[in-house]
């Protein structure tokens, strides 16, 4: 397992996180549990999850695994906030309000004393910058979180937080988690420079563009009757036509590697600038082993040029980052007529 530094930090994780959505959800609670003993066997120390997942579920799981297996202290432990867990006014969002009583939740159902990466989940447009890094300040002196970091986050909202951090002496984003994968490389056009210039550490989740990448649909081919794009309208903005277009392009480098398409895809995000561990989300240990094989490529230079030729750097082909993190923003100006 190769190991990277977290952004800025000293802390050092796999190259490979192992996302919990699924548990508890479409994985149940044991195999959920043998993944990630399993993930951690083959030097995985890097998991994330967030309080939405099942509404604690998820984070539940995660912190019984880690109270059954003894490894919590070997586990660099990411958790999120700010996304809806109840039906109150105040049951979501950034607020000190709400951060300091989801913080605190969080920490029962992961069983431990602190969280070590705390993440933003999703932006509060209400919550001004300076409550948000307070708080968290707050809950960083308390010892109950290490490290703060972001996820879906425009550019100039993490700038604003670094320079208000840097003003004032509050903790600084260490880490942002927006989608990317070679379906969608908007990241490419201004938040990977922002994150090498600065020391932020991209934690990318939806490798496999929720089963595109996997080779899961294919052009010409009716839907699958399970899967995120089952009921897909012709103009759904991510299983686009030009999408099943890039994945017959891009099977063929897959089949020459000798490997499946998902494990390409994988290795390509790994390899990418500013990168440090692309966040897998599987469902079944077959997807679980995909992802750890996919360790062991390295694609070469033309592999990479011609994946370029398929989807150019920071263009999309499927809509992930554009709708996760600037259509937030243009809805909320609209807000303000």
């Known amino acids: 397992m190769q190991y990277r530094q977290l952004g800025r930090s000293g802390v050092r994780v796999s190259a490979l996180c192992l996302g919990t959505m699924n548990f508890g959800a479409a994985t149940d609670e044991e195999t959920s549990i043998r993944m990630i003993n399993e993930a ?3 030097g995985i120390n890097f998991i994330d999850t967030a309080n939405v997942y099942g509404r604690g579920v998820s984070e539940q799981i995660v912190g019984q ?82 490290y703060i970091g972001t996820s879906k986050w425009p550019v100039t909202m993490i700038m604003e937080g670094l320079a208000l951090g840097e003003r004032r002496g509050l903790p600084r984003f260490l880490t942002e988690q927006p989608p990317y994968q070679i379906l969608d490389r908007s990241i490419e056009n201004e938040l990977v420079w922002m994150c090498l210039r600065h020391g932020i550490g991209i934690i990318p989740w939806g490798p496999l563009a929720y089963g595109i990448l996997a080779g899961k649909y294919r052009k010409g081919q009716p839907l699958p009757e399970r899967g995120r794009f089952a009921k897909a309208k012709p103009d759904d903005r991510r299983l686009t036509p030009a999408a099943l277009d890039a994945v017959e392009k891009l099977l063929p480098l897959a089949e020459a590697r000798g490997c499946t398409l998902a494990e390409f895809s994988h290795a390509w995000l790994r390899q990418r600038p500013g990168v440090t561990a692309p966040i897998i989300g599987p469902r079944t240990m077959e997807h679980l082993h995909s992802a750890l094989k996919s360790l062991e490529i390295e694609l070469t230079e033309e592999e990479l040029a011609k994946v370029d030729e398929i989807v150019p750097p920071g263009q999309a082909v499927s809509d992930f980052y554009d709708g996760n993190v600037h259509a937030p923003l243009r809805k909320a100006i609209e807000q303000m007529r």
């Open 40 to 42: 951690i066997e083959h």
């Open 65 to 146: 695994a880690l109270a059954q297996n003894g490894k919590r202290d070997d586990i660099v432990l990411a958790t999120k906030a700010v996304a809806n867990m109840g039906e109150g006014p105040n049951d979501h969002g950034a607020s000190r309000f709400h951060l300091t009583r989801a913080c605190e939740a969080s920490l029962r159902r992961l069983q431990t004393d602190r969280i070590d990466l705390y993440q933003l989940h999703i932006v509060d447009h209400t919550t001004p910058i300076d409550e948000i890094l307070e708080t968290l300040d707050t809950l960083v002196r308390q010892g109950k979180i290490l």
